[in-house]
């Protein structure tokens, strides 16, 4: 249950002009996303937010996006975890899709007297960013990543930047990093291969299917059905491998 109440929620997401011209739309998706979702899925406040604000990233929902940054932060989710989940999308999406949601954090924080540039997060340098990417992938996915930079030039950026400098990051642990990462794949969909390949590594670590249930259940209102039940797919083919 949200220590937030769905009124408080619909204010920080909708602006007035909407709750004034779109009311039924409005009650609808408040009684909906802030209320029958919120209490029938039992996940903390602050991993809803987290999963939210990450498929709102994959599924471009910038209007959203901001709304949920607000609610985030009332929440107690930490402006250098909203970040971390701003900085590993670009990995899964790419600078173009991602940037114009760095000037949204950004923005939010101002305004709320946020002192930016937050601390540094990064663990790695030039030098070790392959090496500590590799042992990333081998701690989430298994032993058989170790060698797998070798196999081409796209899967050496795979571990020294998706992995190396992301991954090794501060500020969010492997099982939160494997979270959002589902919750980009599964929103911006046509990713379904490499879904499925996350859920399994999101189970390794700890993240079991149940609890990805949830994620998929609490991010429905924001991607859809057709996405959410493509995730499930994904995630059943992934248990029963």
């Known amino acids: 249950m949200s220590d937030i109440s769905k009124e408080e929620m619909a204010k920080t997401f909708f602006d007035e002009k909407m709750i004034e011209n779109d009311p039924e739309f409005t009650d609808l998706f408040t009684n909906f996303a802030f209320d029958e979702v919120v209490n029938q899925i039992d996940l903390d406040e602050k991993t809803r937010y987290m999963a939210i604000l990450a498929a709102l990233l994959g599924c471009q929902g910038k209007e959203a996006f901001k709304g949920i940054v607000e609610c985030s932060l009332n929440a107690g989710v930490t402006p250098i975890e909203i970040k971390e989940i701003v900085y590993q999308a670009t990995a899964y999406l790419g600078v173009g899709r991602v940037y114009p949601?760095?000037?949204?954090?950004?923005?939010?924080?101002?305004?709320?007297?946020?002192?930016?540039?937050?601390?540094?997060?990064?663990?790695?340098?030039?030098?070790?960013?392959?090496?500590?990417?590799?042992?990333?992938?081998?701690?989430?996915?298994?032993?058989?990543?170790?060698?797998?930079?070798?196999?081409?030039?796209?899967?050496?950026?795979?571990?020294?930047?998706?992995?190396?400098?992301?991954?090794?990051?501060?500020?969010?642990?492997?099982?939160?990093?494997?979270?959002?990462?589902?919750?980009?794949?599964?929103?911006?969909?046509?990713?379904?291969?490499?879904?499925?390949?996350?859920?399994?590594?999101?189970?390794?670590?700890?993240?079991?299917?149940?609890?990805?249930i949830k994620i998929v259940s609490v991010c429905l209102p924001y991607i859809g059905y057709p996405r959410s039940l493509n995730a499930l797919t994904c995630i059943n083919n992934a248990a029963n491998h």
Request: with cysteine.
């Open 101 to 212: 949601f760095l000037e949204i954090v950004n923005e939010v924080l101002e305004k709320r007297n946020i002192s930016l540039p937050l601390e540094k997060q990064s663990t790695t340098n030039p030098e070790n960013r392959r090496e500590k990417g590799s042992q990333t992938q081998v701690d989430i996915f298994g032993e058989q990543m170790r060698d797998f930079w070798k196999s081409g030039h796209i899967n050496y950026w795979l571990a020294a930047n998706c992995f190396g400098d992301y991954y090794t990051r501060k500020g969010l642990d492997y099982k939160q990093r494997e979270m959002i990462t589902f919750c980009f794949l599964a929103a911006q969909g046509g990713c379904e291969p490499q879904l499925t390949s996350h859920a399994g590594a999101n189970m390794k670590i700890g993240n079991d299917k149940d609890y990805l």
